[in-house]
């Protein structure tokens, strides 16, 4: 059974930084894209980063560019998401997805328990 974890969320102030892990417990080839996601409540999930494992090519939502960056460490199956500069706005619950189609349809095989992130202005 492959499990997917989350890390690192938690209360930050507007301006604060956090830094979100993912660790699989297993991991294939064929899981080319892995992705950082967030729900806020009343709002639809969007994807706000997703990585290319073999090479590291990196995508971003335009409401995260140059604050978030998102990296991985295929050592040890993890891919992490470094955010700063954060603001009130990025307050959800952050899933990280691993086997995501090279599509932003927000398809992927394994998704994680989510973890929380709370900004405080």
């Known amino acids: 059974q492959v499990q997917l974890v989350e890390s690192g969320g938690g209360s930050v102030q507007a301006g604060g930084s956090l830094r979100l892990s993912c660790a699989a417990s297993?991991?294939?080839?064929?899981?080319?894209?892995w992705g950082w996601f967030r729900q806020a409540p009343g709002k639809e999930r969007e994807e706000v980063a997703r990585?290319?494992?073999?090479?590291?090519?990196?995508n971003y939502a335009d409401s995260v560019k140059g604050r978030f960056t998102i990296s991985r460490d295929n050592a040890v199956n993890t891919v992490y998401l470094q955010m700063n500069s954060l603001k009130p706005e990025d307050t959800a619950m952050y899933y990280c997805a691993a086997g995501c189609l090279p599509t932003h349809s927000g398809v992927c095989d394994y998704w994680g328990q989510g973890t929380q992130v709370t900004v405080s202005s």
């Open positions: 297993t991991y294939t080839h064929a899981w080319k894209y």
């Open positions: 990585i290319f494992m073999n090479i590291g090519t990196t």
